[in-house]
């Protein structure tokens, strides 16, 4: 049996020891003679890994007890417009959008169905490739909320930092980053997360969210988008993807095996920096974002001539580097790293670019 390594932007790698632990328990969940994928919602059985899950994901990040998590369908897309129809109290609100690149455009799209969005300030004019200074952002402090991308999967564009707003309540996308690095979750109002890049497989969207903010959404918000049925129900209003959900309850039991977000951090900076490195040592291989928001999990490079592409990706592929092919917008290579990527993954990939190199500079 071999397990390749998959770079792909997501759906992505899962730990192998996930994997194993699900195979081990796929006909029969500890003793219930059931698969997990077989049982009620709402049995006891299953309560207790739902309930599980939520202990080691809110452990994890230290989520205060204000807070309620969903473990929701519908992907990271659909809160693009549930965060605005539940934070809104009605139509047409102020709203402010910060836009990094190609996900923070479609949160923006979306809103503006509901909102009146600002965007405060924009990195399109350098393709996504920087972060618009701070001091240059137009804030508006009656905003009903500021959104933002912290990691931009497609532009590898990643906040080393946590942007301060004030009172406005602070919404993030961290379907790319999220259990990356520590995350301090009192300085947001929500966080939501598409399960498929760092978390589990895709099919289940976590959203973290502060209590004062769950009220009733605008009128005619259909029920399955209500963030007060979903928390009063406990995410069960109706049939929760219950194997997804179970898959993510084991990925967060490896990371608190593996040390915690602190641990994931080390791990995660140290297979980014000796990419970038690489990637800076050569001049065949180029990195498009600037220096100080350089992504740890998504790492977009060009090759000096683009004619190789195609042979850099059929190689890699024999070698069992899979999904290298960087994004239409962006061009060349991205190699999303996330934290079920091995570091030998990283090596692998760094041997063979410099070897690709050697052949073909
Ligand atoms: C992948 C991704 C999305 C879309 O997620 P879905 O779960 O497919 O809806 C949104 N935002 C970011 C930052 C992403 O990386």
Known sequence: MGRNFNFSAGPAMLPAEVLERAQEEILDWRGSGMSVMEMSHRGREYMSIAGQAETDFRDILSIPDNYKVLFLQGGASSQFSMVPMNLLNRKGEAVDYLNTGAWSKKAIAEAAHYADVNVVASSESTNFSSI?????????????????????????????????????????DMSSTILSRPLDVAKYGVIYAGAQKNMG?????????????????????????????????GSMYNTPPTYAWY????????????????AMAEINQRKAKKLYATIDASSFYASPVDLNC???????????????DGEFLSRAAERGLLSLKGHRSVGGMRASIYNAMP??????????????EKDRA
Do not use: C
């Not at 701070?134 to 906040?159: C, K, R």
């Not at 973290?208 to 399955?224: N, Y």
């Not at 898959?247 to 602190?262: D, P, R, S």
């Not at 350089?294 to 001539?305: E, H, K, Q, V």
């Open 132 to 172: 618009p200074a701070f001091d240059d952002w137009n804030l508006n402090s009656d905003a009903q909320y500021f959104h933002y991308t912290p990691n931009e999967t497609i532009g590898g564009v990643e906040f080393h930092w946590t942007p301060d707003v004030g009172d406005v309540p602070m919404v993030a």
């Open 201 to 233: 497989p895709a099919g289940l969207t976590l959203v973290i969210v502060r209590d004062d903010l769950i009220h009733e959404p605008i009128a005619g918000t259909p029920v399955m988008f209500n963030y007060v049925t979903l928390a009063n129900s």
């Open 247 to 262: 898959l993510a309850g084991l990925v967060f039991q490896w990371i608190k095996e593996k040390g915690g977000l602190a």
């Open 294 to 308: 350089r992504s740890w999990m998504n790492i977009p490079f060009t090759l000096a001539n683009p004619e190789l």
């Open 343 to 356: 570091e030998a993954g990283v090596d692998a990939l760094i041997w063979f670019m410099q070897e690709f």
